[in-house]
């Protein structure tokens, strides 16, 4: 069986940023943190969890840290998505780097019963914002500022994001995969 997800990113809009994908019933959360990571462009370098409704709602699914402080109720390394993923739209809370907290939204649009070897993205909008940027509201002043060459702080954000000379960062580039 598969799983067909509709994943977006909350709080980010013109454009909105999203991914369709496709995914075995017998993945773990830990492989679909991967898979959004992947197919969202993140650097996977930060914190994160599932969730029924974001911050704070149980069950907390994340893989267990011994310096972290909080306790998961499942273990991401072991729980299956068909453990919490039984109709279709059904929804769910992905949270990604927990100081500029990303947080997506997840709905299970479509159960099949298609043998997905590979996790594969089936359609998207809008560019992932890029990492540490300060998170849905950090994204606004950054393209706002890269909207504008005239910006005092415009050459500070482009050699942050490594751009080169003519280089620009287009947040309606054509995501493919």
Known sequence: MALQFK????????????RRVLVSENI??????????????????????FSPKGWGSSPQ?????????????YDAS???LSRIFMAEKQKY??????????????????????DVKEAVCLAG?????PEDCGGPW????????LSDPSNEQYKDMVE????RDGEIWDPNEKVTF
């Open 7 to 18: 994943i977006s990113l909350k709080n980010v809009r013109k454009p909105t940023v999203w």
């Open 28 to 49: 773990t959360f830990e492989d679909f943190h991967e898979c959004i990571q992947r197919f969202f462009n993140w650097e996977n370098c930060h914190c994160w969890c």
């Open 61 to 73: 699914i994340m893989v267990p840290d011994d310096d972290d402080l909080m306790e998961p109720d």
């Open 78 to 80: 072991n729980t299956k």
């Open 93 to 114: 809370v992905y949270i990604y780097d927990f100081g500029d907290g990303w947080i997506h939204d997840i709905e299970l649009e479509k159960i099949t019963d298609e």
């Open 125 to 129: 909008k809008g560019t992932c914002p």
């Open 138 to 145: 950090g994204y606004e002043e950054l393209k706002e500022i």
């Open 160 to 163: 942050w994001l490594g751009l």
